[in-house]
């Protein structure tokens, strides 16, 4: 049993003291007082809240006015009054304590030196502060009034001033958790050389409260074994950022695992059993917002227990392409979580695993992880490895960062596979090292292009004529450049009549006036124009447009293209010419650069 006034009277020392070094020895101390069997509630009281953030229970939230409230019954006295003292002290946990005091001098009992009740526990506290968070739906506000009410009775005036802080997310102690972390290596540790140790199991574990009670109850030996446990989040592992590919690829060693840099959400999954739990980045549970995640992961991982990471990208409903993040942003924007599912469908890539079966995989290699990653996928088209090839070769790895973002990837990320290659978790480091796409443009204006061939669709879409090879016109050369594939923004009425289209045009082989690298499923006359609008012109390495103009190796390309409309206005001849393009391209440029957003070296 642990009395909740020895944290009372620790916080009220704590506030007094800014010196680092002291406040170190102080939390020192109440560590080494605390119960091993709360110490896990002391620790998440010190930071303010009642549980780690990734629990995805809710706050404490309780207005000024239901506080006002409680004391009121608590302590007795009427609520204008608390109003009046907190409009001249203003803060509402200092009125506490000096009414309460002013008041507990007087009973009979308390003059005879004994308390009225005996004395609050750090459980009951933190029990009826739970209460009041997870309070909810009708009569919830009044469990809160009656529940704090009880608290602020029983208290005495630090305890109240403190029990309101907390609940007004006043506490001014200040106290991080580097700070909690060396007063834990002190205590149970034997001096702050253990440290390290409590950061890196803190950094599999992302609750310190976890930590605290592992540590006080079986030392710190425990916790240089210590494990990830499946459903509490590892901190992620982050990347540097450099932009020259010889300088990344010399980082990481001259060898390299390059993925793919997808641009979605960051997802660490935990499976266990039937249990799935997802993490975001920020290690907020958000297996809610994902239920159809959750089911690939059920279906698709094979393992007892895994905690796995990757990507959840939103992707096309017909073609299954990857789409940009902002369509992932709509489908968060959705109440009914099954219609987001239905509308927005996602994809997972996944690119890391850390824990299988109850070993630790975060201090394996790269490649080890790698290959247990995909032992324990079964083929499937929602999950998926990230695209990834091994590099040595720069040259190799300039070319599958072009492929990467010319099928809408963000960039590529380069990962280190020496012996070292371990999962850093918590920390960003040079064994990952992250290339997006340095050129970018925004695309304001809509392009009319002409399609001269065209692709057999997926899925749905299978066997049909789904995704068109559209190309700009240059009069001077009299060539047709490619500029992308278009796959959306059709409609099923437009799609059927496109199959008649583009069977009465097609031809056997490619119409001279076209330069292509991409070879279609059929060729076809250029005959057609359409209205193309996309997200921004971008570097690629397969179409033509503009080759040779920026860069030696690419040429320019429109990112997510969508189909607006048939230009029958317009002749071939008529088309947006590769200069055009171009200018486009180089104005957003300079544009970006000016406004230094721009993420080039
Ligand atoms: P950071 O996460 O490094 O602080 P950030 O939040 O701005 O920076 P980015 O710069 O976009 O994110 O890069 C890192 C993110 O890239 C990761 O957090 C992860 O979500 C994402 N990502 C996409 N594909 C991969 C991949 N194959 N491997 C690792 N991370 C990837």
């Known amino acids: 049993m642990m009395e909740f006034k020895l944290i009372a009277e620790y916080f009220d020392k704590l506030e007094r003291i800014t010196s680092r070094i002291q406040i170190t020895s102080l939390l020192t101390d109440l560590f080494k007082k605390s119960d091993k069997a709360v110490i896990d509630k002391v620790v998440y009281i010190i930071q303010g809240k009642l549980w780690p953030d990734f629990y995805g229970y809710p706050e404490i939230g309780l207005g000024e006015k239901l506080m006002i409230k409680a004391l009121s019954i608590g302590i007795n006295v009427k609520e204008d009054v608390i109003d009046s003292e907190l409009k001249k002290i203003g803060d509402l946990g200092e009125v506490a304590y000096r009414l309460k005091k002013s008041s507990g001098g007087t009973t009979i009992l308390s003059f005879l030196g004994a308390s009225s009740s005996s004395p609050l526990t750090v459980e009951e506290v933190y029990n009826s502060l739970s209460k009041i968070a997870l309070a909810e739906g009708e009569g919830s506000r009044d469990v809160k009034i009656r529940s704090l009410a009880g608290l602020l009775k029983k208290a005495d005036p630090l305890e109240a001033k403190f029990i309101i802080r907390f609940i007004d997310g006043r506490l001014r102690v200040g106290i991080g958790d580097a700070t909690i972390m060396d007063a834990l290596a002190n205590a149970f540790g034997g001096g702050t050389h253990t440290r390290p140790i409590i950061e890196r199991a803190y950094n599999l574990r992302a609750d310190l409260g976890n930590i605290a009670k592992v ?9 240089k074994n210590l494990k990830p446990e499946v459903g509490i989040p590892i901190r992620p592992m982050l990347a540097e950022r450099l932009n020259d590919p ?34 975001s980045r920020r290690l907020e549970n958000i297996t809610k917002q994902y239920p159809d995640v959750r089911d690939f992961v059920k279906d698709y991982v094979v393992a007892d227990e895994v905690i796995v990471e990757g990507e959840i990208v939103a992707v096309d409903k017909e073609s299954g392409e990857i789409l940009p993040f902002q369509e992932l942003m709509h489908r968060k924007r959705k109440n009914d979580i099954h219609e987001a599912v239905e509308d927005y469908p996602v994809n997972v890539y996944l690119f890391d695993l850390m824990y299988y079966n109850g070993e630790d995989y975060t201090l394996r290699p790269l490649p080890e992880r790698r290959k247990k990653l995909e032992e324990i996928v079964k083929p499937n088209d929602k999950l998926h490895i990230a695209h990834h090839i091994f590099t040595d070769d720069v040259e190799k790895l300039k070319e599958y960062f072009y492929q990467a973002i010319s099928e809408g990837a963000e960039g590529i990320m380069v990962k280190a596979v020496g012996r070292d290659s371990i999962y850093q978790a918590g920390a960003r480091g040079f064994l990952w090292i992250k290339l997006k796409r340095d050129y970018q443009s925004e695309m304001a204006d809509s392009v009319d292009l002409v399609v001269v061939g065209a692709f057999y669709g997926r899925g749905k879409r299978g066997g049909k004529l789904s995704s068109l090879l559209m190309a ?21 009425a437009e799609l059927d009549e496109l199959q008649k289209k583009l069977t009465e045009i097609k031809l056997d082989s490619k119409d001279p006036r076209v330069e292509s690298e991409l070879d279609p499923d059929i060729w076809v006359k250029p005959k057609y124009v359409a209205e193309i609008i996309g997200a921004e012109i971008t570097l690629s390495p397969q179409h033509t447009c503009c080759k040779g103009e920026v860069s030696k190796e690419a040429g320019l390309s429109i990112r997510f293209p ?21 200018e486009m391209y180089k104005l957003k440029l300079k544009k970006k650069e000016e406004g230094s957003e721009s993420e080039t070296p």
């Open 472 to 492: 700009a016109y240059d009069p001077e050369s009299d060539i047709f450049y490619t500029v992308c594939k278009v796959a959306s923004g059709f409609s099923d």
């Open 246 to 279: 010889v300088e990344i690829l010399s980082k990481v060693g001259g060898q390299a695992l390059v993925d793919y840099k997808y641009d979605g959400e960051r997802a660490q999954i935990h499976k266990k059993g039937n249990d799935v739990y997802i993490f």
């Open 562 to 582: 969508r189909f607006i409309r048939w230009r029958d206005d317009k002749s071939v001849e008529e088309a947006t010419t590769p200069q055009e393009i171009l």
């Open 215 to 223: 540590v006080a109850s079986e030392g710190i030996e425990a916790l």
